[in-house]
């Protein structure tokens, strides 16, 4: 049914970094994936913990948490996750690399040029030699092939890759875009901070990092576009799970943009709806998407996603599925949203 | 792995009713069931349109909401849920009986006795002769056997199953219970009402029904007491799904309750938790459960489950696995709870 | 203190149509105003009726609802609010006019242009010549010379009236603005509908009435600026209270826009802040807005008010002052924000 | 109006710790007190700076944080409020006694025996001759004149000054209570801890503390039953402010309870409802109370107080109002609840 036989039917999979959020939702899906089986996954805080113990909801799955050398990890591992803060994935996609395929959720190698990952990120890149080799895995935009080959992928960010799905048809044509996009405070992490503060977060809108976000460099090279000629406002929500964008968009006079449907046509985690609702799309793959015409240049475009599964977790797995010759939508499609 | 060859390895199954949360939440969960083809999801009112343009969540859902009559439905079915109000529901289980195999998630069938019935629901019922045709559909009381061989399961209320789940390891032994327990806003329905207004519903908190809450005799049944012996204070939470309940319990004296991990030892959903968290259960059909000794006849027991899984839906397809000899957690356990 | 001594320290108030969300929260900031009697609260369908038994969160209040017919309104107040809906509002403040100081807190008098109002509100207004009596009551934006002196009041809309004050001081210098404003669902109202259903609301965002809604003329009177040189993105938002705005700016080139701090120098509500935060405001009469050069001609305006207080109730108590010659602030300023 | 003149209509109060939860909502209302004027509001931390820097909800208020000695605040002060930990504010305490009037919202002078004290909060208390000087400063239990003539009011926490009025009209009487409690996020603080995360916290409910919370001394003793008589289960709500509790209550056989309506007969802010929901109550004074007997010695009674109002600082202003000679509700009660 997915266009091969009994051939490697179960694929080995790592997580590396399993303790935030970003890892347990991986987990989360690969518990549901028909071919997955689980190799290890690792924290050096949690070793020999069983995961129910450090996350009680997971209390009914048979896993514990390790701490194997890397090259443990690569010899029991097909595919390997990396959901490590960027710099110390650095290290690790390095000493992986060529060893075993590797899925990197960090922002390590998601932009093609050194000088502009350390201005965003302020840190260097020790290793811009393996730049070329990893390939951005957003399959809509990079498309599946190249996917299928990659060694490393670099899974892209949250915000990013919301932006880049809305403006991608456009790109090429933009003369300005100005995006507002509103994130719920599962994209800050399991740690505590001031920023997701209950008393507080449950009914704030806040916006940070307006023109600054690390995820702008991404945005732009899809869309073609220079920072300059976009203006994009990240803020938090008082809610949980998802992105929502809205994006007010000039093209240039004269331009002849593609048309999303058509781009679209044969990706099945994008859905044009007639309006973009955030809980369409909680707990799914699916990034819904709506655009608005104005006038001949001008186009309001709304879109969303769930940050933690298409916007990190969801996109791997699909990226995964690429890899593996799966197919693209194996272990995801049949996950709806959760609704209401 | 489900412990039979190729031989009827799909079900075919319809939901009448399609409509409410119940039975979306059936949908996204058969969706997900390995084993499951839909045959008809129904509605009087939405008859002919796509599932997608009444939800647009399911917008990826290739699926038209039909209104074909009872006997088509039985013939194109192997189970039928029916997502039906109580009432309504008699007269459907009444033409489907015989000629399908019925999971009834509303009221009609859970009451052995028609007085008690017509009591707590204040109208007729029609069918008093299919009462004892019916076995109530609580897996880990009623035990696998019964509901594999039933023709019409009585799938339970939400806050019923939780408190008896709750309750049965002392059946027999219990003198008195006062249970509070709250639930989220996705039990109300799909229905906009005062009760539901966000402006309000989101920071309140209010009790109803205080004592006289239809699920009481479904209680009481189970847990071998008489509607005297339990107070039950029913409460509206600011949250959408799940239901967590405190029970304070004084046991009879000289009585010896049984343990509940004996009890529930072999309940692949029940999980004893060193204490419940309602967010460790949302969207998952586990029923969290902690029990706290007060003193040798005082117990505080505190349970959790998300009302549309483990109370409904969850509960219906794990009745659905036992009828068609699927192991019970197919479909289910690998759905772990969205977290957060 | 207030500059006039003892002689009339008491404002009789009627507020006609209390049992809505404005009428309640103009009856909350009014049993706070040092100055204010309360001569009548009506509602034709709650007439008798102890306010509490309508709304106990007010049981510990004195008042009757009543239905007094409007000359007796007249005659025992100095002052009548209109809680009632457009069109409705309109014979009311006819009846009225004359005979009273009529606040009017309905869209029927905001509106110099009777063809604008049949548009936008696809009604008739069926008294023109009363629409240059009304004064817009935007104390920061009209001046409070005017409205003292006002004998019908048309208070702002809530959306309205935080996208004036945001590009007020940049009126006559806009080429383009757009707008992306997120509101909470107490501005639905206190009936039920499915727009503010809790299990969808609590975890939502969806837009609405994109560039279609009623209250983009008031904004472009005062920015002075055309429809066209406006996107207007109306969004419904998973908290109570408040108005998020973001607004992309581009100034005509060569133009030179006000200092916001200027123009707000003597206005006791409006607070320029480094960010601006929804629950910073909460429960108060307070505007809060940042002003974020992106370069020569284009800047980032984020704002924020609460709708029910500065977008509603309270502005119309700003506006009672400056009518009945109190301090702009009276019963105001000292209610801070409700944080958290 | 207040049943005195012109003499001394002003009390200059200071608040020692500002920047928390209560010292923040204790200005909030003395903001709004006709009589009072700040004199200090003191933070080490925050020394220098004006108080909107550090909370900019509160930019309109003219006040700088200081840190003066304390005898400095003594002299300027008529009333000192502590908003301090336990522990901490207890040499405070010792050091301002008989130099001012204090009102101290930590429990370290709640409980009058030492033991008890230093067996709940795990901490010697070093000032044991001081605690009968502290007056409990519950008015509606101790009564108006205790406080009016108090030196040192220990005010009380706020879950036990909830689960006190809603008991003490069975003082004496109680066989056993059995109280589940669920407190709003703000019970926590201002400082963002694993129990306060957003992601889990927005739709929680989690128990702790149960039978072991610090505030059960308080309970019994106004209850005049011993901690055995009570099973006390605080638990964590999504929400932010306010407290509902729910108590089973069993009475001694032949006892004769006061009733709730003559015990509260003359207190302003109690309120006895049909039914209690938190959302009646946030941001106010008000206790609502509802009391439903069950059988002759069982009664269920439901109670609701914002827990930074009347559970903390609202209760301070109400024994400042006594302490002064002011009417009791001065300053509180035409602060009606935000609602919605």
Redo the contacts between chains.
Sequence with gaps: MDGFGDFKMVTRVSIIGITG?TG?EL??LL??H?HVEIAHVTSRASDGEPIGSI???????DLTVSNPDLDQIATDSDIVFLCLPHKTAQDTVAALHGKVKIIDLSADFRLDDVATYEKYYATPHNYPDLLDKAVYGAPEIVGAEKIAQADIIANPGCFALLAQLMLFPFAGTIEKA?I?A?T???G?G?????G?????????????N??KHRHIPEICRSANITA?QL?F?P?S??????I?A?A?VTLKPDSTPKCAGDVYENA??M?L????????????N?C?LNY?K??DH?V?V?G?LDNLVKGAAGCAVQNMNLICGYDETTGL????????
Excluded: C, E
Aim: glycine share 4%; no cysteine; charged share 15%.
């Design positions: 959020y347990l987990l989360r518990l549901a028909p996350y009680p909801h997971l209390s009914h799955v100005d507002m509103v719920g405070s599962s800050s399991k740690s505590a901070s001031d997701t503060h209950h008393p507080i977060r449950s009914h704030n809108m806040k916006s940070y307006i023109n300059q203006n406002v803020t929500g008082p809610f949980v799970r998802g929502f809205t007010f099945p985690f859905r709806q007639d309006s973009v609702a955030l809980a369409n799309i909680v707990g799914s699916f819904d608005q104005v006038d001008t309001i709304q969303a499609k049949q996950l709806a949203p959760l609704y209401p």
